[in-house]
């Protein structure tokens, strides 16, 4: 374990110079203190947990102080927002501190959000606050309890720095761990540019540092592309089964590691609701629970145009093609477990999709649906969950369907544990989330640490937790999340 001071820092991205992006200094916000801090995440950086509460990690992380060896700098990109291109965007108030190798070897990115204005902050003021950092802290960390691949968040640290929004808010500094900062949006930006040259440079760095298996394919950036496809068809399958909504899928915010990344006005589906909106401002449903699929696909074109200088057209289609197929093989093994089978069914797409549309406007909880048909054998689960249907016969027909699947399969002896294992019992629900944000704006963190927590083992029962482990209050459930941050 280390201290502060013991971070190895090696900036390989810094070192591909100034075309990729540019050396702004963090400024500092006014009085930081320690809001959150992931003891997990700091593990990553072979961190001790007690370093979160030295003076000096608020202040580095707060921006006043830096490592001799950091290299701050605000990186190039663009990216398709809400289907239409935007030619530069760039960190526009995040700052890639340099990179730390650990222990193990692996490098992490130190991303330092709400760091103040750089090159690209438009017309922005280079602040993140104090609501949407912890609104990303707590995600990241939650997405990574339950097995779905997000940047990290080693701590959000806040303010007295006054910042306008919708009101005056507070300032606050998210630090975000993820192994690459490059967005499919970096891949845009030099090919929209006419950089060839640069754009080749990304892409041999890419390569090198993220995919090093691909190069010993015959075509190493067809490769990548694939395992790019391969990524996110998991990912995407994993938001969809466990109902997670990122809700600004543009391709500035998708990762090239296929990792949740840059969270704005997310929420996890409380009632199911196929066609949920997230974001209040997409007032098309463009990014919907359900438009999830096809516009990960629609973004794995967009990074394919991209790419089109390394790869044919014929096997960038070819390669697209493969999206949707594994992204289908995936949900389905997830839903399959998530219902508590342990072998695949010729009937199992047809009856998990029986049950969403039953579940569509019935007011099921998503999550505590999945959890409670655990909770006791197949038919006493059905016979207790049926209230909450409002076509009670057709989730009587369903539910025979299902225990008979249930009661063929061999191995029911560890249902329970089987099913619990992958059906959250704490989810950070929107209205969860808000609570603690009320709490910390008054100055109390108390409520964003037991959150936090509580998300970072969502399938263990945990002593004195109950009241989280229920349906939300009707005034939860509709929460309008502003998407300014
Ligand atoms: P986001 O919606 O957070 O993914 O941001 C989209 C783009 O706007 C990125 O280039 C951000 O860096 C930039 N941006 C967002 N908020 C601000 C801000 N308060 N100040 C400067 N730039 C910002
Ligand atoms: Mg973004």
Same mark, same amino acid.
């Given at each position: 374990m280390k201290a502060l001071d013991e971070l190895t820092f090696d900036n390989r991205f810094a070192r591909l110079g100034?075309? $990729?992006?540019?050396?702004?200094?963090?400024?500092?916000?006014?009085?930081?203190r320690l809001v959150v801090a992931s003891d997990a995440a700091m593990a990553l950086l072979d961190l001790e947990p007690t370093e979160a509460?030295?003076?000096?990690f608020a202040e580095l992380f707060g921006g006043h102080k830096l490592w001799a060896e950091a290299e701050?700098? !605000? *990186?190039?990109?663009?990216?398709?927002? $809400?289907?239409?291109?935007?030619?530069?965007?760039?960190?526009?108030r995040g700052l890639l501190l340099g990179e730390v190798y650990n222990?193990?070897?692996?490098?992490?990115?130190?991303?330092? +959000?709400?760091?103040g204005l750089t090159p690209y902050s438009r017309m922005g003021d280079g602040r !993140? /606050?104090?609501?949407?950092?912890?609104?990303?802290?707590?995600a990241s960390e939650a997405l990574h309890a339950l097995g779905i691949p997000s940047s990290r968040a080693l701590c959000v640290i806040g303010s007295d720095t006054a910042v306008w929004r919708e009101t005056q808010e507070r300032a606050a500094m998210l630090l975000r761990l993820a192994p690459s900062h490059v967005r499919f949006g970096h891949f845009e930006y030099f090919y929209y540019t006419k950089q060839?040259?640069? !754009? +080749? /440079?990304?892409?041999?760095? /890419?390569?090198?540092?993220?995919?090093?298996?691909?190069?010993e394919q015959p075509e190493p950036y067809l490769a990548m592309f694939r395992t790019v496809v391969e990524r996110n068809a998991e990912l995407?399958?994993?938001?969809? !089964?466990?109902? $997670?909504?990122?809700?600004?899928?543009?391709?500035?915010? *998708?990762?090239i590691l296929g990792i949740t990344f840059d969270f704005g006005p997310y929420a996890f589906l409380d009632d199911f609701d196929a066609h949920f909106i997230c974001n209040h401002s997409d007032h098309e449903g463009r990014y919907s629970y359900s438009n999830q699929v096809p516009i990960a696909h629609w973004n794995l074109s967009a990074l394919a145009q991209a790419l089109t200088p390394f790869i044919s057209v014929e096997a960038l289609r070819e390669t697209l093609d493969l999206f949707l197929p594994l992204y289908e093989a995936h949900y389905l093994d997830l839903m399959r477990r998530r219902l508590g089978f342990t072998r695949a069914d010729d009937g199992d797409k047809a009856m998990i999709e029986a049950l969403l549309r039953l579940m569509q406007n019935s007011g099921v909880d998503y999550h505590l649906f999945f959890r409670r048909l655990g909770d006791q054998p197949a038919a006493q689960a059905v016979a207790v969950l049926r209230d909450d249907f409002v076509d009670r016969e057709g989730f009587d027909r369903w539910a025979a369907g299902y225990v008979a699947r249930v009661e063929g399969e061999a191995a029911n002896e560890h249902r329970t544990a089987r099913m619990h294992a992958v059906n959250p019992l704490y989810v950070l629900r929107n209205y969860l989330a808000q609570n603690a944000i009320d709490a910390a704006q008054k100055g109390d963190y108390e409520e964003v640490r037991r959150l936090h927590t509580m998300l970072s083992r969502p399938f263990d029962e945990q002593a004195g937790m109950e009241a989280y482990a229920q349906r939300p209050p009707e005034w939860g459930k509709h929460l309008e999340i502003s998407c300014s941050s």
């Open positions: 100034d075309a $990729f992006s540019t050396s702004v200094l963090p400024e500092p916000i006014d009085n930081p509460h030295s003076p000096v701050p700098r !605000a *990186m190039v990109y663009s990216g398709h927002q $809400f289907g239409g291109y935007s030619p530069r965007l760039g960190d526009g222990q193990a070897g692996e490098h992490w990115d130190l991303h330092l +959000k709400g760091a !993140a /606050v104090l609501r949407s950092s912890i609104r990303e802290f707590l060839p040259e640069q !754009a +080749k /440079v990304l892409g041999e760095h /890419v390569l090198a540092m993220h995919f090093p298996e691909c190069l995407i399958a994993k938001w969809q !089964a466990y109902g $997670f909504c990122h809700g600004v899928m543009n391709t500035d915010n *998708m990762s």
